[in-house]
């Protein structure tokens, strides 16, 4: 394991920013048409 560049902390803020993305696109598939219809 290098500690210099630890790959699993490179592998864990990528899988992090891909879990926020999607949950992201369901938040935003969720209240998306709740917030339209309602203004």
């Known amino acids: ?3 210099s560049h630890p790959a699993w902390r ?3 803020a ?3 920013a891909y879990l ?3 949950l992201a696109l369901f ?3 969720f209240i998306g048409p ?3 219809f309602g203004v």
Do not use: F
């Open 10 to 12: 490179t592998a864990a």
């Open 27 to 29: 938040v935003l598939l």
């Open 34 to 36: 709740y917030v339209l």
């Open 14 to 16: 990528t899988g992090i």
């Open 1 to 3: 394991m290098s500690v």
């Open 20 to 22: 926020v993305a999607l």
